[in-house]
C-alpha cells in the first residue's frame, strides 16, 4: 500500500515557502466590483447613529452634557 502525500508549496533557495512572495487575495475582486459587504454598509433594525465632538481642550475632564436642545430634534435618543 502506498502512502498519500499532499502537494505541498514548493520552498526557494532559503527555505521559505511564503515569505516574500505575493499572497493571493482571494477577496479582491468582489471589493472592486463593489460586491463585498463592509461594515458601513448595513443596515439593522433600530440601529442608532452616532457623532463624535471632540474637545478643543487637550486632556480635558468633561463636567456636564447639556442635552436639552438635542433631545428636541426628533428622532434623537
Not at 520552498?11 to 482571494?26: L, M, S, T
Not at 448595513?42 to 475632564?61: D, E, I, N, Q, T
Amino acid at each position: 500500500m502506498a502512502q498519500e502525500t499532499k502537494a505541498r508549496p514548493a520552498a526557494d533557495q532559503n527555505g521559505h515557502k511564503y515569505v516574500g512572495k505575493p499572497a493571493r487575495r482571494i477577496e479582491g475582486p468582489a471589493k472592486v466590483t463593489g460586491r463585498t459587504i463592509f461594515a458601513d454598509d448595513m443596515k439593522l433594525p433600530r440601529m442608532l447613529h452616532a457623532k463624535v465632538l471632540g474637545s478643543p481642550y487637550a486632556h480635558a475632564h468633561i463636567r456636564s452634557i447639556n442635552t436639552v436642545k438635542a433631545r428636541q430634534f426628533p428622532g434623537v435618543e
